[in-house]
């Protein structure tokens, strides 16, 4: 079964835009991930946010994590044409070691130039 | 460095039939993942390898899937017989802790493996 659920499926904004998703999740966490997937190509980690941190950045990145909601939000700021794909959260609940991660069913994000 | 490579990138065979995949991971990595992506989902893990040993494989259909990583490098996935459902992105991934043990991996993860079952 799937952890995580996003928030939007799907988006679709202008050029240099703000895009936010959002992430649900329903047990205890280690950490949550942010994955990108281009069409027809494997997926490329974004960031990593630990479950006693509350905000990271990482250039036009922005993780938020809410660990009381149980909720992240992933915020692309001055949006381009090529963050056009779909974005995974996903959450290590797994015990110590074990490192493995469920993921959501995505939000596709379409960038329009 | 080189990332995770994955053969074939597409396969179309029909039911009943029989298909493989490869994966040879990051030099160095010592953790290999197998996960399945169907159309419109997420990727789900089939199973899990420490080095050549299985760490989870709960949710591998036993019945008609195998993995092995034999020397704890490359990786192969077999499907025997395959049904319509095995239609899917198979995507291998690869991780080793930072730091050691206790400490947080990333995954990084090959282009995949589009299989049509026809």
């Known amino acids: 079964s799937q952890q995580g659920e996003e928030d939007p499926q799907a988006l679709s904004i202008q050029e240099g835009e703000n895009a936010t998703m959002n992430c649900s999740y329903k047990?205890?966490?280690?950490?949550l991930q942010w994955y990108r997937q281009n069409s027809g190509r494997g997926l490329v980690h974004l960031i990593l946010?630990?479950?006693?941190?509350r905000e990271k950045h990482s250039g036009r990145l922005r993780v938020t994590l809410d660990t009381s909601k149980k909720s992240s939000s992933l915020l692309i700021t001055a949006s381009r044409a090529a963050d056009t794909a779909s974005y995974f959260c996903?959450?290590?609940?797994?015990?110590?070691?074990?490192?493995?991660?469920?993921f959501g069913k995505g939000t596709k994000l379409s960038v329009i130039p | 460095e080189a990332g995770v490579a994955q053969s074939p990138r597409y396969k179309i065979i029909e039911k009943r039939q029989s298909v493989a995949f490869w994966c040879n991971p990051i030099?160095?990595?010592?953790?290999l993942y197998w996960y399945q992506q169907i159309l419109g989902q997420g990727p789900k893990l089939l199973i899990q390898?420490?080095?050549?040993?299985?760490?989870?494989d709960s949710q591998l259909p036993k019945d008609r899937f195998s993995a092995e990583r034999l020397k704890g490098v490359d990786s192969t996935l077999k499907i025997q017989p395959a049904k319509l459902e095995d239609s899917a992105v198979y995507l291998c991934?690869?991780?080793?802790?930072?730091?050691?043990?206790?400490?947080?991996?990333?995954?990084?993860f090959g282009p995949g493996t589009r299989l049509t079952v026809l």
């Open positions: 996903a959450t290590d609940d797994s015990g110590a070691g074990s490192y493995q991660l469920t």
């Open positions: 047990t205890s966490i280690n950490n």
């Open positions: 946010i630990r479950s006693n941190e």
């Open positions: 390898f420490q080095n050549n040993g299985v760490v989870d």
């Open positions: 991934a690869s991780s080793s802790p930072v730091g050691g043990a206790g400490t947080i991996d990333t995954q990084y």
């Open positions: 030099s160095g990595h010592a953790t």
